[in-house]
């Protein structure tokens, strides 16, 4: 939860449930907020496979304004991430990506509709 509420600045929405935590990326016109729920894993269940190709989620993908996209790349990098670059293959976007401390891929887009997929 502190990567996602403290790195990326995702506001908390719900109230302590005791697991599952609610976070909003957007707050939509129809007063629906996109999220991402975080959900701790049971104890005892089994590690999730190291290879990113055996996962039921391969990233989860975030848009930043453009005007801020290097600055949240340096900043990324000078919280120590490692942060990788892509091109998106079908998207005018500029991406890049780093791991949570799950090792979950999260990636970072910004538009650039002068940049071709």
Do not use: C
């Not at 302590?16 to 894993?41: C, K, N, T």
């Not at 900043?75 to 942060?83: P, T």
């Amino acid at each position: 939860m502190e990567f996602y509420r403290d790195v990326l600045g995702l506001t908390v929405i719900s109230p302590d449930l005791h697991g599952p935590v609610f976070l909003q990326i957007e707050q939509r016109a129809s007063g629906v907020p996109e999220q991402i729920v975080l959900i701790p894993r049971p104890a005892g269940a089994p590690d999730l496979p190291t290879e990113r190709a055996f996962r039921s989620v391969h990233h989860i993908g975030l848009e930043v304004e453009e005007e801020s996209f290097e600055r949240e790349w340096k900043r990324l990098q000078k919280l120590g991430f490692e942060v990788r670059t892509g091109v998106h293959p079908f998207l005018s976007v500029e991406a890049i990506y780093v791991d949570d401390p799950d090792g979950n891929e999260v990636e970072l887009v910004a538009a650039r509709p002068d940049r071709k997929a």
